[in-house]
Every structure is written in C-alpha cells, then in structure tokens.
C-alpha cells in the first residue's frame, strides 16, 4: 500500500475492517542481526511525502480472520486519520510468496 500525502501533514492512527476482529499497524526492523516486528500507535505522513507499506518494513496485520483471503479478492478497509478523518480503500489480496511466508509465523 502506497501512501501520497499531496496535503498537509497528517497520521494514520488506526484501521478496521469487517473481514477481521483487529488491524494493527506494525514497523519490522533488524536487530543485532535479527528481524523485530513492533506494534505501532500511528504512521506519520509529511506533507507532499509518500509512506510505503510493504511486507518487511512498515505494513498492517489483520487478526481474526472472519473467512480465509484468497488470492484475487479484495475487502473494504477504513483507515482512520488524524486530520483527514475516515477514508474507505479496497484491498486486492495477492498470492503469498515463499519470501513472505517465512517471516510470518502466527
């Protein structure tokens, strides 16, 4: 998910969807040579910048998955912001790959 903030500066603070029971907004970094994921409060989004989310580094978790995601589907999500208030995105669900899956392991 790719973020242009053509605005002024704002922050997403949060996200939901009916596909799931809970969205948290995570940052993975490394650490002394090991990958760290934290939960985090917010992204910030500076005026006219563009924030990436993206497997790896900044990105969203959805827990409690309310039926499986298959490749090719989308669902609705509400991204709640700071100054711009609710915006309504649709998801695409791709296909994982073999990269992705080994840093997850919930």
Avoid: C
């Avoid at 969807?17 to 490394?30: D, F, G």
């Avoid at 711009?84 to 791709?94: F, H, I, S, T, W």
């Amino acid at each position: 998910m790719i973020f242009k903030n053509t605005g002024a500066a704002d922050r997403l603070l949060s996200a939901t969807t009916a596909a799931s029971s809970s969205v948290e907004i995570h940052n993975m970094s490394m650490d002394g040579g090991m990958m760290r994921m934290r939960r985090l409060d917010g992204i910030d989004l500076p005026a006219g910048g563009t924030v990436v989310l993206a497997s790896g580094g900044l990105h969203m978790m959805v827990f409690g998955l309310k039926a499986p995601l298959r490749a090719g589907a989308s669902f609705p999500l509400e991204l709640r912001f700071e100054n711009a208030g609710k915006v309504l995105v649709q998801v695409n669900v791709e296909a994982n790959s073999a990269a992705t899956n080994q840093n997850h392991k919930h």
